[in-house]
């Protein structure tokens, strides 16, 4: 299958910084990509969706100024979390669809954001 | 909404003790039904991707299928290294987005 990295692995932060996350395609390229969160002992929940080129769509409850997302090349995406604060603590996940590919999201490994 | 309801939340079972997980499903037309192995701490690795009512797919130890309303996946033979959390979603038609239900943690004791 594709192969999807993230950057860094786990992070720890002060309340109030801005912590940003890779995440990028390594063998593939990826229109769209994806961002979920997981809190402990739960299921993924999709935040955003991201296109190449323009801006994310956001689901609902999510705040786009809060969780800022760029889709600046077919191979990376960021997701910013500004102003972190505890409650923020969780496991970000990226996922990447590859173009003209199957309808399969393949997901990256995960970032561990804990805000203290 | 989409809905996805996986069952049992755990499941605990002795090497080479087969079991099935199940995932229910509510959606408007179904794109597709997609089968997801976690391990603690990392990211969700594909399994299957299933399209419509009577497929089956199959993977070593594993085999999927697909109703018009639930998912089944099949361990047969369990081994431990099998133990993990497995995930269901689905995919809406016209839409790239998955709806993940609570995830089956499966534990297999040698």
């Not at chain 1, 991201?50 to 809060?66: C, F, I, M, P, R």
């Not at chain 1, 969780?90 to 970032?111: A, V």
């Not at chain 2, 976690?38 to 999927?64: C, I, M, N, V």
Request: include cysteine; charge should be negative.
């Amino acid at each position: 299958g594709a192969v999807v990295s993230q950057h860094p692995s786990r992070v720890i932060c002060k309340s109030g910084t801005s912590v940003k996350i890779e995440c990028r395609s390594l063998d593939f390229q990826a229109t769209t990509m994806f961002w979920y969160r997981q809190f402990p002992k739960q299921s993924l929940m999709l935040m955003a969706t991201s296109n190449e080129g323009s801006k994310a769509t956001y689901e609902q409850g999510v705040e786009k100024d809060k969780f800022l997302i760029n889709h600046a090349s077919l191979t990376l995406s960021t997701l910013t979390v500004t102003s972190a604060h505890p409650e923020d603590s969780s496991f970000y996940i990226c996922s990447g669809s590859e173009i003209g590919g199957s309808d399969e999201q393949f997901f990256g490994p995960g970032t561990r954001l804990t805000v203290l | 909404e989409d809905q996805v309801t996986q069952s049992p939340e755990a499941l605990r079972l002795q090497e080479g003790e087969s079991s099935s997980l199940n995932c229910s499903y509510t959606v408007s037309g179904l794109r597709g039904l997609f089968w997801y192995r976690q391990d603690p701490g990392k990211g969700p690795e594909f399994l299957f991707t299933l399209y419509s009512a009577g497929e089956e797919k199959e993977k070593e130890r594993l085999k999927a299928t697909l109703t018009k309303k639930e998912s089944f996946l099949h361990i047969t033979a369990p081994k431990p290294e099998d133990s993990a959390t497995y995930l269901c979603a689905v995919q809406a038609p016209g839409d790239y987005k998955l709806s993940f239900g609570a995830g089956t943690t499966v534990t297999v004791r040698a």
